[in-house]
C-alpha cells in the first residue's frame, strides 16, 4: 500500500508500542525507547508477512480460477484467459473474483456466497496459523481477521489483473493498484446488507474455528534481524 513517509514510521511506530507487556498498571507512561532499528526490523517483517499473501495468490491463481482452457476449447489459450480474467474483476460485480460461484448450463456466473471464495480463505488462513502469524488477531479477532481476508482479496486480484494482460510483464503489484482494492473491498464489507454482514460473520468465526487446524508446530515468527546498526 502507499504511505508517506511519516504514516509508514506512525503505523510502525504502532505496532512496537502495542507489542509492550500487558502486564504494567494502565496509563502507566513510557520513556521514548523506539530507535530507527527497531523501525526498521518491524517495517521489514511487515512487508515480508504481506509479500507471503502476494506470493500464494501470484502462484496459485491460475489453478485456482481455472485460467487455463480446456483440452480443445477453440480459443487460444492466452485469449481464453484474459477472457476469463474480465468476467471476474472488469463485469458488472468487480469483485466477483471474492465469491463463492458456479456457473450455469449457459456459462453464466451465479453467486452462491458473498466474500466466500475458498481460494481466498485458504490464502487467509495459510498467513495467520501457517505461517505463525496468530498473535495478529489479537483481542478483536472477527475484526482482525476481515482485514486480513482484504488483504488476500486484494492480493487475488492484483494476481489476476496480472495474468489478465496478453502477455505476463505487467507487474499488479504497485501500492496504487493494491491499495485501492484493498479500500474497495473494506468498503463492499461495509454496504452489505444485515442478513448478508450477519452470513459473513459467520463465515468468518467459521475460519476462526477452522484456521488452527493449519497451525506448524515448532514455528517462529521474529522480525528481520538484518539491521546492524541501532542508530536513533
Same mark, same amino acid.
Given at each position: 500500500?502507499?504511505?508517506?513517509? %511519516? ?24 520513556? @521514548? ?9 518491524? *517495517? ?19 489453478? %485456482? ?56 480463505? *485458504? ?30 482479496? @486484494? @492480493? ?17 503489484? *504497485? ?35 477452522? *484456521? ?21
Amino acid at each position: 500500500m502507499v504511505y508517506s513517509g %511519516a504514516q509508514r514510521k506512525s503505523i510502525i511506530d504502532k505496532v512496537i508500542e502495542d507489542s509492550v507487556p500487558q502486564f504494567f498498571k494502565p496509563n502507566v507512561v513510557f520513556q @521514548a525507547f523506539i530507535t530507527n532499528s527497531h523501525r526498521r526490523r518491524v *517495517g521489514n517483517a511487515l512487508s515480508s508477512k504481506r509479500g507471503r499473501i502476494i506470493d500464494f495468490a501470484r502462484s496459485s491463481v491460475c489453478q %485456482a480460477f481455472d485460467l487455463f482452457p480446456p483440452r480443445g476449447h477453440p480459443l487460444p489459450p492466452k485469449h481464453y484467459r484474459v477472457a476469463r480474467i474480465d468476467r471476474f474483476i472488469n463485469g458488472h460485480d468487480p469483485l466477483m473474483f471474492m465469491h463463492a460461484i458456479s456457473f450455469d448450463e449457459h456459462n453464466n456466473m451465479i453467486v452462491l456466497a458473498k466474500f466466500q471464495n475458498s481460494f481466498i480463505l *485458504g490464502n487467509a488462513i495459510r498467513f495467520i496459523w501457517y505461517w505463525g502469524c496468530a498473535s495478529f488477531l489479537g483481542e478483536s479477532p472477527l475484526k482482525t481477521i476481515k482485514y486480513i481476508v482484504a488483504v488476500s482479496g @486484494a @492480493a487475488t486480484y492484483c494476481s489476476l489483473k496480472e495474468q489478465g494482460q496478453d502477455t505476463l510483464e505487467v507487474d499488479a503489484f *504497485g501500492g496504487k493498484i493494491f491499495d485501492k482494492k484493498f479500500k474497495d473491498i473494506l468498503r463492499a464489507f461495509s454496504a452489505l446488507t444485515p442478513a448478508e454482514k450477519l452470513e459473513f460473520d459467520q463465515y468468518l468465526s467459521y475460519m476462526l474455528v477452522i *484456521g488452527p487446524s493449519q497451525a506448524r508446530q515448532g514455528i517462529v515468527e521474529s522480525p528481520s534481524t538484518s539491521d546492524a546498526n541501532d542508530s536513533t
